[in-house]
């Protein structure tokens, strides 16, 4: 469920463009002694489109600034994964808490095929041909942890390459891996 997206616009400086979509809100009362106490979640995801990709999770009285905090998160947690042209370089999976995440490779011109939470981080993170599965328990934030936690444990292609060619030294492969 997106319900807004954040565009910035332009940097000044020239660099890539970093957008923000709220995947996922929700209220939370708490009962006290004068009544509800209500507060509000939102998951927030960001990206460049070109490789980097963040997630956070802000909590406030208002919905307008659990965004702002999940934005803030986000980008304190961002992360950039290698891509293979629009695609990526391998299959991978992984889970986090009852939730378990399948990603695959697809030919250029396949499109993504994924469900919404996993579709937004592919998306932000510029994958533009992909299929993923969200597999067990369909919670959203546990989702887009698991799907951070899978694109997290990808490979480059080029490094590996090289790594078995034995070009690296070991300094730079205790940099690269």
């Not at 020239?14 to 709220?22: A, L």
């Not at 899978?150 to 070991?170: S, T």
């Amino acid at each position: 469920m997106m319900y807004r997206n954040r565009n910035p616009g332009p940097t000044t400086d020239g660099g890539p463009v970093i957008t923000e979509k709220v995947v996922y809100t929700r209220r939370i009362s708490k009962v006290v002694k004068g009544g509800r106490h209500l507060r509000f979640n939102a998951l927030v995801v960001i990206g460049d489109g070109e490789g980097m990709v963040g997630a956070g999770l802000g909590k406030a009285s208002a919905i307008p600034d659990a965004v702002r905090k999940g934005g803030a998160t986000a980008r304190k947690k961002s992360m950039t994964i290698p891509l293979n042209g629009s695609t990526i370089p391998q299959e991978t999976s992984a889970t986090f808490g009852a939730s378990l995440v399948l990603i695959k490779p697809a030919p250029q011109g396949t499109g993504l095929i994924a469900s919404g939470p996993v579709r937004a981080v592919l998306d932000a993170a510029g994958v533009k041909d992909a299929v993923a599965k969200s597999l067990r328990s369909r919670n959203p934030i546990n989702v887009i942890y698991a799907t951070l936690k899978a694109l997290g444990e990808l490979k480059d292609p080029a490094v590996e390459l090289a790594k078995r060619k034995g070009h690296l030294n070991p300094k730079e492969e205790s940099a690269a891996g």
